[in-house]
């Protein structure tokens, strides 16, 4: 049986008469790092505060550590770290001063600030002011105050957010040895599944407060494989996406003749070929490939997803 770190169970949450979470069921594996994923407004900040203790539930349950966190609040979060957006630091001290200043009220052995120091890699510049620090330096740095209790579980709000590509690979490694030389389980949220993907190993998909998603990224890439593009060169295709979309269907442009439509199998471009040479649209080619995941992930995601059929017993999803 796998052993969860977190779970809630039909979480909701509604400021005033607008409703946040709508029912949100999550399992996060130990020893995961799992991507908590979607587009900005979905619920993800939301979601990680109440994590946190940092606002109740309407309704649902959250444990963590199989502990109800309402209940147990304090023993809990003593083993979970966090960092949520831009990390609280004083740029007129350095790296080193910021730690001790944490290390002194927490409570902490001294030695932990320099073996914090050296997981984040700021070993060679502890010395330095903050406010001379890049933005991917005061991240690590974010990091590294999280890490000083030495939490069994870390929890991260677009820790990436505002980084350029150097210091995207720099967190990524980051995190990555976290995981497996530390062995700490991280919770991890973004918008950027392109990025994710590169890091996790666990993720879930939401979407207006509830699951579009989750399982480990080797089953997301499963549903990415068996979900067909098809792409369609036409004589026309002005005309083309007009048929398309009186049809209830999304079309994508291409470039040159060509238009994309993700379908469910291959048998419906027989269907999808007659209704535009019906319609005075000539189909020069037919093209299947196969979804990328950053293409699934928008599927998923979409404020409003348009699913249309051109023959009852053929949909097709877009």
Excluded at 190 to 204: A, F, N, Q, R, W
Excluded at 281 to 296: I, M, R
Aim: glycine share 8%.
């Amino acid at each position: 049986m796998q052993d969860f770190l977190i779970q809630t169970q039909h979480l909701r949450y509604s400021y005033g008469r607008q409703e946040i979470l709508k029912g949100l069921d999550l399992q996060i594996p130990k020893g995961s790092i799992y991507g908590f994923l979607g587009p900005n407004g979905a619920g993800k900040t939301t979601t990680i505060r109440l994590l946190l203790g940092l606002l109740h539930p309407t309704g649902g349950e959250i444990k963590v550590f199989g502990k109800r966190l309402q209940q147990n609040r304090l023993e809990v979060l003593r083993q979970v770290g966090a960092l949520i957006e831009t990390p609280s630091l004083y740029k007129h001290l350095t790296a080193r001063e910021n730690l001790e200043v944490m290390r002194r009220l927490q409570g902490i052995e001294k030695n932990r600030v320099e073996e914090v120091l050296e997981i984040v890699r700021l070993s060679a510049d502890a010395d330095r002011l903050v406010k001379h620090y890049s933005l991917g330096m005061c991240q690590r740095l974010g990091i590294a105050l999280a890490l000083l209790p030495n939490p069994e579980l870390l929890i991260l709000d677009e820790p990436t957010n505002g980084l350029d590509p150097s210091g995207i690979r720099e967190m990524r490694e980051l995190l990555k040895d976290l995981n497996q030389q530390h062995g700490k389980t991280i919770f991890l949220s973004s918008h950027l599944l392109s990025e994710i993907e590169k890091t996790v190993t666990h993720l879930s998909i939401i979407h207006e407060g509830k699951v579009a998603f989750e399982g480990a990224i080797q089953e997301l890439q499963q549903v990415a494989i068996h979900a067909n593009v098809l792409e369609v060169e036409v004589t026309n295709t002005l005309m083309a996406k007009e048929v398309l979309l009186n049809n209830g269907l999304a079309v994508e442009s291409l470039g040159g003749d060509w238009l994309r439509v993700a379908v469910q199998n291959k048998s419906e471009s027989a269907a999808l070929n007659q209704l535009l040479v019906e319609q005075g649209v000539s189909v020069t080619g037919l093209v299947f490939a196969q979804q990328s995941l950053e293409e699934l992930f928008l599927s998923m995601t979409e404020t409003s997803p348009t699913v249309g059929s051109i023959s009852s017993s053929s949909p097709i999803l877009v």
